[in-house]
């Protein structure tokens, strides 16, 4: 009962790593808000999976690309306290396709729903947070944004903004007592990797010093780390969840 009394917000929270954030916080009692975009069945799913928790989990559909949804997301968050305590960052698309091809939808569309929410979900939660001097925020990021990936320009791009924003968040945020890290994700076993194209997604985990995919359970347990007054004294960093592939 770690985070008991806790407010936790975390987008793209009803599916993949997303949605093993939320229940990790849930089954810690905290008061969790996860933000979706589309897929009401995920989000009732969620809902049923958490009855039986210490915590509780409400679904809001929110697009957190922009500044109206993010804004409401969090508002909802804080209603009923005025703050919010964590907030986690996992929204985002992949629109895979070599650069030489890429629309320019498919560039626009992935760096705007992945980087946008960022801006605007920080933006806000930092307000909902400073007040009481404290909070801890965590950004997903991607080991494409390490080690590059073909056909993933645009979403490597997207999250190696998503590292040079939390550094800077979190030099902005520090003397408000606030904390911004940021874990970096590998080859996980979610719904994006499944739409990858499993040779490629083989030869990288075949590569890794594991040598074998990780599970979202795996990577919330790291958000929850950081999330823990354990990691008091942590912030500005980028942790590496990928089994020993980069």
């Not at 080859?187 to 074998?212: F, H, N, P, S, Y």
């Amino acid at each position: 009962m770690e985070f008991k009394d806790s407010i936790v917000v975390v987008t793209g929270g009803t599916r993949g790593i997303g949605r093993a954030v939320s229940l990790a916080f849930a089954r810690e009692g905290a008061t969790v808000f996860a933000a979706y975009l589309n897929n009401d069945e995920a989000a009732r799913a969620l809902i049923d999976e958490s009855a039986d928790l210490p915590g509780k989990i409400s679904v809001l559909k929110a697009d957190v690309s922009t500044s109206e949804g993010a804004t409401g997301l969090i508002n909802a968050a804080a209603g009923l306290s005025g703050h919010i305590d964590v907030l986690v960052n996992n929204a985002g698309i992949i629109r895979d396709c070599y650069l030489a091809m890429m629309s320019d939808d498919d560039w626009e569309a992935v760096i705007r729903s992945n980087i946008n929410p960022l801006f605007h979900c920080c933006k806000w939660g930092v307000r909902k947070m400073m007040g009481r001097r404290r909070g801890s925020i965590v950004n997903i990021s991607s080991i494409s944004a390490l080690i590059g990936t073909p056909g993933q320009a645009n979403y490597a791009a997207s999250k190696g903004a998503a590292i040079s924003f939390t550094k800077s968040l979190a030099r902005e945020a520090g003397p408000m007592g606030i904390r911004v890290n940021a874990v970096v994700a590998g080859m996980i076993a979610t719904d994006m990797t499944a739409a990858l194209k499993q040779d490629e997604v083989e030869k990288v985990v075949k590569g890794a010093a594991l040598a074998r995919i990780g599970t979202p359970g795996e990577v919330a347990s790291v958000v929850l780390f950081l999330a823990s007054e354990r990691a008091s004294y942590i912030t500005g960093q980028s942790i590496v969840v990928d089994g020993g592939i980069v």
